[in-house]
């Protein structure tokens, strides 16, 4: 478009005509037909998309120096392109591009085809502006012709843009809203940093599958953050859900190189990323590092040590699993969920999961965390054990409290042989232990120093995580939830050094079992004295 061309194929099975044209000579109506054969790859275009060349043509960017300059596919960029299908999800290290290229692609198919939405949702309300910003240089620097013509637009402020005359517009949000996309029809929609998403990522995510139309095109891109919550659940389904998965290691990107480190230096790990590369095979890339590259590695593992993995990933496994500061033995968690049985029996709508019924005899214990019970925010959950073995044979998790929630545990451990009711005392917990025995007329409610419940302490709570850390490792036969295991996994420690689920996962059966193991353990030892 700045300096116009011909393609002399049949591209498009229609007589040859141009395909960049001057911006005087792009008003809608070839706009439209740019718009129908953005995915096409003419000979004269050498593998690339006519997409690809539109953005070099038409769309600017900020380097990282500062300077503003068009818009060319870097070979993270180009491997998505090559691969790309109507849903995908990007695992990537960071600040490889491709958010600006899923920006671009969007763009692109917004002011080309009518009637189409773009929603762009970001982790944050910053991350949202500077996306914003992104997009926004992309209009600002378009020709004049295209701005005062058929790109006019009618509102181009608070994160969205609206054009008109092709009866198209593009919104960026952020996860945080929770209306992104309630009653919208979205054509396109990119999810960035999902990993990062605040609250329920999936339930957010969830809705905003809703939105989209029959056709509609999916980018969800992210850099890991530890194995559990929603993106890497989306990771690991993207087979059975038709997900298309692309990895980009930090390698892909020009930029990662210092100096090159001595030869002699090499350590065995090092000298194999240099004679071989999988990936690199796949891609068409050179084979190997090079020793600028070892630099860079080094650089990048001593400044972000036991985030290095994650920051700058190297393979789709060990990035999640050397990211997020788990808590619990990760390789214990997922060796366990490989093996784990669906449960025999649901009730509630799958709130209550049964694994192994009441056995004449047996003495068990219910272990209960309370939440408030609405129906945003956390569960309160119960775990139903085997006094003498730890054996795991029920769970309940739901959104209910108070009087509620009390008759649905007294009613349980009553079915378990009148067992003991181990409640969580802090917070709702008080008011739930005093309908449990003021109101249900509970007889066995464990107790602590005389007073009713388990109280969870700065020392009490390491102790009893510490336990169930154990139990996972020594005898991870005895749990049969996948949806605890799941919890376990996104269980971490953060900077400050607090543990507990991270952002957009839950922790309550983490710590109604930890409450259980650590109430059982009282109680044998009880006995024993």
Known sequence: ????????????????????????ELDAEELERFGRILDQRPASLRGRTVGMALAEQLLLVRT????????RANAAQRAFERRRGERNIVLKARQMGLTTWAAARFFLKTITQPGTLTLEVAHTQEAAEEIFRIVYRFLEWLPGELRAGPLRTSRANVRQMVFPEMDSQYRVVSAGDRNAGRGLTVQNLHCSELARWPGDAAETLAG????????A???????????GGCFHEEWQKAGETGMVRHFFPWWMEPRYRAQAVAEASLTDEERALMTRNRLGRELGLELGLDLEQIGFRRQVRANFRGLARQEYAEDAESCFLASGNSVFELAAIEARLAAALP????????????????????EY??????????????????????????????????HVGGLELARLVTELAGE??????????NNHGSGVLAMAEAVCKYPRIYRQAGQPGWLTTSMSRPAALGRLDAALVEQPERFMSRRLL???????????????????????????????????AELLEGRRG
């Open 1 to 24: 478009m700045r300096g116009a061309g011909r393609e002399t194929g049949q591209g498009t099975g229609q007589e040859a005509r141009e395909w960049i044209l001057s911006p005087e």
């Open 64 to 71: 990282r120096e500062g300077w503003t300059a068009p818009l």
């Open 343 to 362: 449960a025999a029996t649901q009730r509630r709508n799958g709130e209550l999961e049964i694994w192994l019924p009441p056995l004449k005899g047996k």
């Open 365 to 398: 214990l219910v272990a209960v965390d309370p939440a408030g019970g609405g129906s945003e925010g956390d569960y309160s959950a119960a775990e139903v054990l085997d006094l003498e073995t730890g054996l795991q044979c029920a769970e309940f998790a739901g």
């Open 486 to 520: 799941a919890e376990c996994r996104s269980f971490v420690r953060g900077a400050d050094g607090n543990t507990g689920a991270r952002a957009g996962t839950h922790d309550d059966r983490v710590m109604a079992m930890a409450i259980g193991l650590g109430a059982r």
């Open 416 to 425: 378990y042989n009148q067992a003991w009711l181990v409640v969580e005392r």
């Open 217 to 227: 095109e999916l980018i969800v891109e992210s850099t890991p953050d530890g194995v």
């Open 208 to 215: 905003l599958r809703a939105a989209l139309a029959p056709g």
